[in-house]
């Protein structure tokens, strides 16, 4: 370690000497003459202590960027710090004796709990960066070397490292809200659903209030598909034209009509070209069209009032099959002509 | 040293540049000490009630520059109360009273109310920057004041703020006279705007470099305002909707042609796909593009344009880019350093999405990258391991995975071999956030790694109370920390109270803390203000006496020297 001092600076300057970390001891003592005094005085205590001390080539070591040396200075680094030692600054030894000089029972404490630690780092020089090594042998290596730890260290949980069945930790489903999860601003939430710049301004930017989610502008309708028992919720105000509405609906209900198809297939979320998609339902040639029930609950087809006017009156829409929509109620599509010819007019 | 005249000392001291070497050498001797504080121009307050406004005043009469930080990051997300505190007026009074010749203000995360912007205004005749940051509590009527009289304002930079708007005659009281200003950011503003008096400020300020509109601005005026700004160089537009085919946009690609200088672009408020064209011709110097304010311009689009940007240095976007997206990214945009990917449909019905092998793409292509935020739906460990063999350079690195505790999904192992692929191969890793399913190895790993780690972010993380003691015994330099839904409890805590003094701050939400370990940590650590949030909703057996087995939701630990505060609202108990 004395090398790297030597190699690392000609000259070691004085303020390079002094670490610069624990800038709180200095800065925020205010100019009471009584507390000042005795940190100073302490200062000096430890500086004095300080060139001649094991530290400063661990301290000088940290500096050098070689990699290779970097593995066995970080052995050695390492070592110094488990045995105690916190080698970076005059401020945060300061405070690390104290802890140490009186508080020795954390200390010993610290040092029992760390036989795993120390096995980890015999492990861990060997692990060292290897820039040019492979990925999958590296987390072999981490693996093998995570799992002795487990078997190592005293208390280990069983559901440490290679757990994957962690009930407490299995994934929520993506529609729980969580507060404040995640974790993005609150004017970020409302983005897709603020597209237009007349929107009044009290929820389309920040919000300090404590809302989950859905707080903003959004125009959401609820949107069924035949023969899916869940529905769903679509936001018009997030798109400005027919076009990108199919493709969102596609998006919500392709997963599910392939696992109502094929219960077996359903929880594969890698593949979503696997799964057939909602198509032609606008112009009338797919399998299924959308319609949207309007405030005096008629049902219409999509696709035939400008967009805007459609967005202003669709209070709810619907998937159907196109088979059943021409043979369901006449009266329907009755109104649908009608409503059409009106709008036309 | 000591035998030279104090203002060879002071010279010598110019030379130091940041906060901890002069904190440093002001330590040597009370002679220094002196030298330094009478010389230092710029102090930096990382938290608002470590130390009194007045003590700062009293140390350092010379100041010119001040910034200070109040509520803790997760207020960002709604985790603080709304009235927790924070307040820039006692700072403001203070250095009125005690330092008349502050030029510089910049505050992040505190409450400014309009009378603090009036004195603030009317107190200091030579104020020229005025940064906030995720403030609130303040309306367009304190921006009146500094407009009307800070006379030789030079910067005026709201960011992310909450503002009430009272109308847009602020932006008229800046005079005529005022001709100074280089820096005017105002685009989180929610209300118009006078786009005559807006036009006419940017045309009488010559020096005028940095401008950000907000979503009011039409394009039109914008135009006007590039035809008399062609030396601008960053620009936000305002709202960024035309008619593709009229004469407006036509007008307004060509103002962007003149604009010979600009490198950093923002806005796009409203932006469709069609409009984008208008500044192609800028593209090729642009080093800063923020798209992330756009939600309608998609995947296809965006890559026409990134195509463009070949000297693109930060790009801000939304996960509608997609993983082919970020292939274009990685393959044109070379000189990348920082990349934030934002989630563009919080709700569920989603487009397209970005999952690691976005990420992985972009490390392969752009070595140079440093600092990242990244959302995405999925990440795996040979993904990140790749990563952080690509990119060591990481000094921020903060993924999102935005379904919480999900495990990587080829293996369904948790996400410690990643993460510790990433402090492993990162040394100068300075700012981390974690996410997926990860047990206290991960935190190990850290521990040992993460040394020049300052900031760490957790949340759903973690086994037990090992996890976050490798954290505290491994990490020397850590100044923040802050844990949500994690399950460390009062050992933890209580593992090394001594750490806390050397850190900033703790934060500890939703985890298994109890007030007696809240009460212990405060009973050994005067020098810490423990601080107690116990919100409304809350049972009424929580107003009485507690017991001390109570689980406590809140919980924000500071160092301090100031003691515990005295404006603290009912619902938080400094023990």
């Not at chain 2, 006692?90 to 010749?101: D, N, S, T």
């Not at chain 2, 996890?467 to 990490?475: A, D, E, I």
Request: proline share 5%; hydrophobic share 35%; with cysteine.
């Amino acid at each position: 370690m004395e090398e790297d001092f030597r190699k690392g600076e000609e000259c070691p300057h004085l303020l390079d000497l002094i670490p610069n970390e624990r800038d709180w001891m200095v800065k925020e003592v205010g100019g009471g003459g009584k507390g000042f005094g005795v940190i100073e005085e302490k200062k000096l205590e430890l500086r004095l202590g300080l060139p001649g001390s094991e530290d400063w080539p661990a301290v000088m070591g940290k500096q050098e960027e070689h990699s290779v040396e970097s593995a066995l200075s970080l052995g050695h680094y390492k070592l110094c710090k488990t045995s105690g030692i916190n080698p970076s600054s005059v401020g945060a030894k300061r405070g690390f004796f104290d802890t140490v000089e009186s508080k020795t029972e954390v200390f010993q404490q610290q040092q029992q709990q760390h036989p795993g630690f120390l096995q980890l780092q015999a492990k861990g020089k060997d692990l060292s960066p290897k820039t040019n090594g492979r990925a999958e042998q590296q987390s072999l290596e981490r693996k093998a070397c995570g799992s002795s730890v487990a078997h190592g260290s005293a208390a280990a949980p069983s559901r440490n490292a290679a757990g994957a069945n962690n009930s407490s930790q299995t994934s929520r489903t993506a529609t729980t809200p969580v507060v404040g999860w995640p974790p993005i601003r609150s004017f970020r939430r409302n983005l897709a659903s603020t597209s237009k710049p007349s929107l009044e301004s009290e929820n389309g930017g920040l919000e300090t209030a404590i809302k989950p989610e859905n707080g903003g502008k959004g125009l959401f309708v609820k949107i069924n598909m035949d023969g899916i028992p869940i529905g769903r919720k679509v936001d018009l105000k997030a798109y400005d034209s027919y076009e990108k509405l199919p493709l969102a609906v596609n998006e919500l209900f392709q997963g599910l009509l392939a696992a109502q198809r094929d219960p077996l297939a359903a929880g594969n979320q890698k593949n979503p070209e696997e799964k057939p998609a909602i198509t032609g339902l606008l112009d009338g040639n797919g399998e299924y069209t959308l319609v949207y029930e309007d405030d005096e609950g008629d049902k219409m087809l999509v696709g035939d009032v400008p967009w805007d006017m459609f967005v202003s009156m669709a209070k709810r829409l619907r998937v159907l099959k196109s088979s059943e929509l021409s043979a369901s109620s006449l009266l329907q599509l009755g109104a649908v002509t009608r409503k059409r010819t009106a709008a036309e007019c | 040293m000591t035998y030279f005249p104090e203002e060879v000392v002071e010279h010598i001291f110019d030379f130091l540049e940041s906060h901890r070497h002069r904190n440093t050498v002001s330590t040597v001797c009370k002679a220094w000490y002196r030298v330094e504080r009478l010389s230092r121009r710029s102090v930096f307050v990382g938290n608002c009630y470590a130390v009194r406004p007045e003590r700062v005043v009293v140390r350092f009469p010379g100041v010119r520059s001040l910034s200070v930080k109040g509520k803790p990051h997760f207020a960002d997300f709604n985790l603080v109360p709304h009235d927790w505190g924070g307040f820039a007026l006692p700072w403001i009074e203070a250095f009125a009273r005690g330092c008349p010749g502050l030029e510089e203000l910049r505050l992040k995360r505190m409450v400014v109310s309009d009378e603090s912007l009036e004195l603030l205004a009317r107190s200091f005749p030579n104020f020229k920057v005025l940064v906030l940051v995720s403030c609130e509590g303040f309306s367009t009527d304190g921006l009146a004041a500094i407009a009307t009289h800070c006379r030789v304002l030079r910067e005026l930079d709201l960011q992310e703020n909450e503002v009430e708007d009272r109308g847009p005659q602020w932006l008229s009281c800046f005079p005529d006279s005022c001709t100074s200003l280089v820096s005017l950011n105002f685009a989180c503003l929610k209300g118009d705007v006078n786009a005559g008096a807006l036009e006419r400020l940017v045309a009488r300020c010559p020096n005028i470099r940095t401008l950000r509109l907000n979503r009011a601005v039409s394009v039109d005026s914008l135009s006007k305002i590039l035809a008399r700004a062609p030396h601008l160089v960053d620009l936000g537009t305002g709202s960024f909707t035309m008619d593709h085919r009229a004469e407006a946009y036509h007008r307004l690609m060509n103002n962007f042609t003149k604009c010979k200088s600009l490198k950093s672009l923002s806005g796009f408020w409203d932006a469709s796909p069609r409009c984008l064209p208008a500044v192609y011709p800028i593209c090729r110097n642009l080093t800063g593009l923020n798209l992330s304010y756009a939600p309608a311009i998609q995947g296809a689009d965006l890559i026409k344009l990134i195509r463009l940007c070949l000297k693109l240095q930060r790009l801000w976007v939304l996960d509608c880019i997609g993983d082919k997206g970020l292939a274009v990214v990685a393959s044109t945009c070379k000189e990348l350093q920082e990349l934030r990917v934002f989630p563009s449909d919080v709700c569920g019905a989603g487009t397209a999405v970005v999952t690691e092998e976005g990420l992985v793409a972009i490390s392969s292509g752009c070595p140079k990258l440093n600092s990242l935020l990244y959302f995405c739906h999925q990440m795996t460990n040979a993904a990140l391991i790749t990563i952080a063999k690509n990119c060591p350079h990481f000094t921020r690195f903060r993924l999102c995975i935005l379904d919480p505790g999900k495990p990587d999904p080829v293996t369904n192992q948790p996400l410690d071999e990643g993460f510790g692929a990433i402090v492993q191969s990162c040394k100068d890793l300075r700012r981390l956030s974690l996410s997926g399913l990860l047990t206290d190895q991960v935190f190990l790993y850290i521990g040992m790694y993460a040394e020049c780690l300052e900031m760490l972010s957790i949340a759903f993380a973690g086994d037990s109370d090992k996890g976050m003691m490798y954290v505290l015994n491994g990490c020397k330099n850590m100044r923040k920390l802050e844990i949500r839904d994690s399950p460390f409890g009062d050992a933890a805590l209580l593992e090394d109270v001594g750490k806390y003094e050397t850190m900033r701050s703790l934060w500890m939400s939703s985890c298994d803390i109890t007030l007696r370990g809240c009460k212990t940590l405060a009973a050994k650590m005067p020098r810490l203000n423990v601080e107690v949030i116990n919100e409304r909703d809350e049972s009424d057996e929580m107003e009485e006496n507690p017991s001390d087995l109570h689980r406590v939701e809140k919980m924000y630990v500071y160092r301090t020297v100031a003691g515990p505060r005295n404006d603290a609202p009912d619902f938080v108990w400094t023990l």
